[in-house]
C-alpha cells in the first residue's frame, strides 16, 4: 500500500467508530483525558526523572503510548491553563486570563462532545472550568469527596461508577480525571497542616456548589490528605538547575516527589478502572501536566520550566506503543482540535489551536518548530502580563510588567524553598541575584535553551544574538496581534524600532 493510502486509511478510521455503543445509534471515540496538577516535565521516569520507580504508572502509558516532549502549555496557571486545552484558545481569545469564566461566544469541547453525544464526567478541579453551563457535565466529583483530591482509590472507584453510567446511558463517554497532586500543600508539608485546619468545619459533602445549594444543612465531611504510598528523603530529591541546592529546598522538593508519587497511584487506578470495564481498547486517552512545579522560576511564569508539559497519548489501533515525538511543539491550544477531530467532529471556528492528529498516526505536520505561552495574572488578581516565543534552540520572554519597582509574589514563593533562598541571599551574591531577579525580574530575557535550559544567563544584550533578537520580537508582535492581545501595543511601542523580518524557523 502507498504512503498516501495508508494516510487516507488513517484519516478514514480516525472518523469512523470505535466502539457500538447503540444498536441503532452512531459510533464514536470515547475520550479519558488526565491531569497532574503541577507536575513538573521531567519528573516521570519515562520524560528524563532521576528517581527510579516514582512514576511506574506514567511510564507504563508512556510504553503504551506515545511521548510528546515539546507540549507546552498555553499559560503556566491552573485555570487559565485548562479552559485554553478546553476551549483551543488562548486567554486574550476566550476571556479567561486569570481565573474568570470563559466568553460566552466561546465554544467548549464539553458542549461539542454533549451536542455530539457524548456522556461526560469530570473527577476534581471541577471549578476550574467555568461557567457551569458551558460544561455540561453528567457526572462530577470535586476534590472533597476524593480525599482533598488524592486518593488513589476513591478516582478508582469514581471512575468505575463514571464507566458504568456511560454504558448504561449507551453513549461514548469522555472523562476528564484530575489529580489534585502534586499542588501545594506538599505532602507532609506544614502547609497541609495548615490548610486542613482552615477547611475544617467548613466543606460540605458533596462537593459542589449546586449540590450546597440544595441542601445546605448536609452533615460535614472533615477532608483528610491521604498518606503517600511512599515517602521520600530530602538526600534522595534531586534539584532542578533553576533552583539553589539548599537543604530546606531539599526537605519541599522530598514533599513534592512524595506528592508526585501519590499522584501516579491516582493515574494507576485510573486506568485501572479503564481496564476492568473492559472500554481501554476503544480508548483514547490523553495525559499532560497543567504547568510546571510550584516552586520559584518554574509555575506563573514563561520559562522552559514553566510551560513544558509531560504529555502521551494512547490510541489502541491508531498510535504506535513506546514511541517518541521529540521535534514538534504542541500547545495546549491544540488538545480540543485534535481530540474532536478524532472523534470525526467538525471543528467550531475561532480556535487558535490546530489539530496534531497527523502526528498520531505517523504522519507530519509543517509549522510545529516553536511554541507561544503567556501569562497574565495570579489568584489574587495581581497583574504580571509575560509573553514568550519558544524554539528548539531560543527562548524569549517579555515582562510587560517589570519595571524595577513592582514587586512579584505568587503561590510558588510561599514554601521553603524562596524562603530558604532569601536567607542564603544574605551571604551569597549569586543566590541573591537569583533573588532580585525573581521579585523585580527585567523587561526582556533570551536564552540559549540548547546550551541553558535553566534559563540562568539571560543574553538579552550580548551582541552575538541581536538578530535573532529582532526576529523573535518581531514573530512574538505578530502573534499577538493575529490573536488581539492586550498588551500587543505595549510591546510594539517598546519594539518599534528594533526589528526585522519575523523569521524563527
Known sequence: MSPL???????TSC?????????????KTNILFITADDLNYDSPGAFGGKI?????????LAAEGKRFMRTHVAVAVCQPSRQAMMTGCFPQTNGATGFYPVKPDVATLQEQLKAAGYHLGILGKVRHLQPAEKFPWDYQRDMPVLGAGRDPALYGRATREFLEQARASGKPFFLMANSEDPHRPFAGSEGEAEQLGRRAGNILRGGTDEEVAKNPNAPVLEMEYPVPGRVFRPDESPVPGFLPDLPDVRTELAQYYSSVYRCDQTIGEVL???EDSGLADSTLVVFLSDNGISMPFAKSNCYLASTLAPSIVRWPGRVAGNTMDSENFISGTDFMPTLMEAAG????AGMDGRSFLPLLTGGTQDGRDHVFTCYYENSLKKEYPMRCLQTARFGYIFNG???GQTSYR??????????AMKVAAEKDPAIARRVELLLHRVPEEFFDLQNDPHGLHNLIDDPR?????RRYRAELLGWMQRTKDPLASTFATRISSDVVAPNVR
Do not use: H
Open 272 to 274: 485501572r478502572a479503564l
Open 410 to 419: 505568587v503561590e510558588p514563593m510561599m514554601g521553603l524553598t524562596f524562603k
Open 15 to 27: 472518523v469512523e467508530p470505535l466502539l457500538a455503543v447503540a444498536a441503532d445509534g452512531p459510533q
Open 52 to 60: 527510579p520507580g516514582l512514576t511506574p504508572n506514567i511510564d507504563r
Open 345 to 348: 467532529l467538525s471543528l467550531p
Open 5 to 11: 493510502c495508508r494516510f487516507a486509511l488513517v484519516l
Open 465 to 469: 544574538y541581536q538578530r535573532e533578537i
Open 401 to 403: 510588567w517589570a519595571d
